[in-house]
């Protein structure tokens, strides 16, 4: 069976060295056509899984850490105008 042949992609966590190559790879490719970016990569992932982890962990643009005082303020102004509401107004500053 030809099915059998196929090499599975590997699923559960990823290692820096996986990290490090798709990093390398967007950096010289850019984003986008992540259907090649497992093969020409050199990663044994599914093209979802290579962008889910560029898009939630090793993009630059993600802002991580505490909030600034304007965030806050923003948030707190909009908790009032949009009632209890948190994921709608909190989502407006995160990627």
Sequence with gaps: MEGNNLLRVRKGAWSRE??????????QHGEGKWHQVPLK?????????CRLRWLNYLSPNIKRGD?????????VRLRKLLGNRQVQSELLFRS
């Design 18 to 27: 996986e990290d490090e190559l798709l990093r390398q790879y967007i950096q």
């Design 67 to 75: 909030f600034t005082e304007d965030e806050v303020d923003l948030m």
């Design 41 to 49: 990569a050199g990663l044994n992932r599914c093209r979802k899984s």
